[in-house]
T-cell receptor, first 113, second 113 residues
Framework: DTGVSQDPRHKITKRGQNVTFRCDPI?????LYWYRQTLGQGPEFLTY????????KSRLLSDRFSAERPKGSFSTLEIQRTEQGDSAMYLC???????????FGQGTRLTVV | GEDVEQSLFLSVREGDSSVINCTYT??????LYWYKQEPGAGLQLLTY?????DMKQDQRLTVLLNKKDKHLSLRIADTQTGDSAIYFC?????????????FGGGTRLMVKP
């Protein structure tokens, strides 16, 4: 296992378009988290899954943001009708249960033009 | 809500020790973490400390925790140019949804040869 994998690494999109990012966690990890990091800031929590269940989504930034983890393995984060303010690095992390080490992927850098 | 604060910048000479400081507000914090982020990359977990510990040492890294003052520090001995990066302090607790991490804004460490 090579760790948490995110795809794509970079995405440039026009304002108003929809984008989808994928995260493949470490295989035995049951928890998967999405964070957003804007320039010069620390990561900000968005949502998390325990297996296939999305247990916290109140921190998603707007109803344009949604995430899925249909089979409890990989996850997708979708942003509909992108805005320039959505430009950021989107980070995925996974862990085995809570209160243990969370391992992060390399992130997907989104630029909305 | 929870808050984690770090100084923005630290510059040291190669071979010196670096000390990066962090303060947090959540008295129920259970685990405190240090992550390293190099340019354009994801976050690398360096070390973590459980809240009932005062100190943890791992090779060149020493973490000190003052729970009374809610102050965490990371000391890097014999700092090398490869240590130049942004260092993030983060905390979690059982009060955090899914044990998600709350991050500080990061401290940029510059190591001069």
């Amino acid at each position: 296992d090579t760790g948490v994998s995110q795809d794509p690494r970079h995405k440039i999109t026009k304002r108003g378009q929809n984008v989808t990012f994928r995260c493949d966690p470490i295989s035995e990890h049951n928890r998967l988290y999405w964070y957003r990091q804007t320039l010069g800031q620390g990561p900000e929590f968005l949502t998390y899954f325990q297996n296939e269940a999305q247990l916290e989504k109140s921190r998603l930034l707007s109803d344009r943001f949604s995430a899925e983890r249909p089979k409890g393995s990989f996850s997708t984060l979708e942003i509909q009708r992108t805005e320039q303010g959505d430009s950021a690095m989107y980070l995925c992390a996974s862990s085995l249960g809570g209160l243990t080490e969370a391992f992060f992927g390399q992130g997907t850098r989104l630029t909305v033009v | 809500g929870e808050d984690v604060e770090q100084s923005l910048f630290l510059s040291v000479r190669e071979g010196d020790s670096s000390v990066i400081n962090c303060t947090y507000t959540d008295s129920s914090s259970t685990y405190l973490y240090w992550y390293k982020q190099e340019p354009g990359a994801g976050l690398q977990l360096l070390t973590y400390i459980f809240s009932n510990m005062d100190m943890k040492q791992d090779q060149r890294l020493t973490v000190l925790l003052n729970k009374k003052d809610k102050h965490l520090s990371l000391r890097i001995a014999d700092t090398q140019t490869g240590d130049s990066a942004i260092y993030f302090c983060a905390e979690t607790s059982n009060n955090n949804a899914g044990n998600m991490l709350t991050f500080g804004g990061g401290t940029r460490l510059m190591v001069k040869p």
